[in-house]
């Protein structure tokens, strides 16, 4: 069947489901299926230029950037470097760095890296509107972070020898944390920095995220992008939201029996099953922290006012 993505196909054959008491779970909450299409690129980034999101999440951490960028700043010290942008989105955020290291004279390159080509489009466009401010624009602009190893050496040429890299939007909480902290931490040096932005869990602000990401149309119009590209109808799947082993979960409930063919290979979906497509960790403050130094030898915490994000500095 030609409308049917093979990567994702296998992705659920390989995984399986689990059980929830009588509900089957199928689990293929990974963003490298997010990001598969110039569509799906695109309609997150719709999503993040709501203004539920600007309200909800987008403060919260520009506000902490805001406030501290100048303590952030200062322990990048004056030295030429390559501003690495992690997951870089629609550039923004990195523009807004991009600004004040220029206005320090701090001599930086910009290096976009996601797994989207549309996102590194985007995000180029966005710095492009900066004077003078050179970007890499090179093939491993386009890369996931497990090849981080090999992208980031390259990168250290003539006076930049040094990186700053950034890890915002809560991306550190999409993957397993372990798995991401070493691998960023394996492509960095001595003297590096890295930035994150990522939320906490705080269970007073529970209700009012699940609340706010169940009631944006958005959210829905973009995770249901991944079902469609197997063969599912809208009309087969309900959207919804919940808050529970310190994450938030993005899942869809069938609603009736679905049969799903690719190669002459078949799954069997049931009504009632639940697929998970999106995960958000949220860490407690202390063991956030803790996690942190375990991989980087100094670590400073800037948490919001309502306990609910926080922004790291992280020096190798």
């Known amino acids: 069947m030609s409308q049917v993505n093979d990567l994702i196909f296998k992705e659920i054959m390989r995984r399986g489901y689990s059980l929830d008491g009588k509900t089957r779970v199928w689990n293929i909450a990974d963003s490298k299926l997010w990001y598969l299409t110039p569509e799906q690129a695109q309609a997150y980034l719709d999503l993040v230029s709501t203004e539920a999101y600007k309200k909800k ?3 919260k951490e520009l506000g902490l950037i805001q406030d501290n960028v100048s303590d952030v700043l200062k322990q990048v010290g004056s030295t030429a470097l390559n501003l690495v942008d992690l997951g870089c989105g629609n550039g923004k955020k990195a523009a807004f760095f991009l600004e004040e290291m220029q206005k ?3 001599k930086v390159r910009y290096c976009p890296i996601d797994i989207s080509s549309h996102m590194v489009k985007k995000a180029i466009e966005e710095v492009s509107a900066l004077k003078d401010t050179e970007i890499i624009k090179v093939h491993w602009n386009i890369s996931d972070f497990e090849n981080l190893q090999n992208v980031v050496p390259l990168l250290r040429k003539d006076e930049f020898k040094t990186n700053f890299f950034l890890l915002l939007g809560n991306t550190l909480g999409n993957f ?6 070493y691998s960023i931490r394996n492509a960095m040096r001595d003297g590096d920095i890295l930035l994150v932005g990522n939320g906490l869990n705080n269970h007073r602000m529970d209700e009012d995220i699940v609340k706010s990401c169940r009631e944006n149309p958005l959210r ?5 992008m991944i079902l469609k590209q197997i063969g599912f109808k809208k009309e087969q799947i309900q959207y919804n939201v919940r808050f529970c082993n310190d994450r938030l979960e993005t899942y869809y ?16 979906f049931s009504a009632g099953d639940q697929i998970i497509l999106g995960i958000a960790y949220h860490y407690k403050h202390d063991e ?3 996690y942190l130094k375990l991989y980087f030898g100094e670590v400073e915490l800037f948490v919001s006012k309502d306990k609910s994000y926080s922004l790291a500095i992280c020096k190798k």
């Open 57 to 59: 999440v987008g403060p």
């Open 104 to 106: 320090l004279n701090m």
């Open 176 to 181: 397993e944390m372990h798995e991401l902290l």
């Open 220 to 224: 829905d119009i973009f995770f249901s």
């Open 253 to 268: 409930t069938i609603l009736k029996d679905v049969k799903i063919s690719f190669q002459e290979k078949h799954i069997y």
């Open 288 to 290: 956030y922290l803790g």
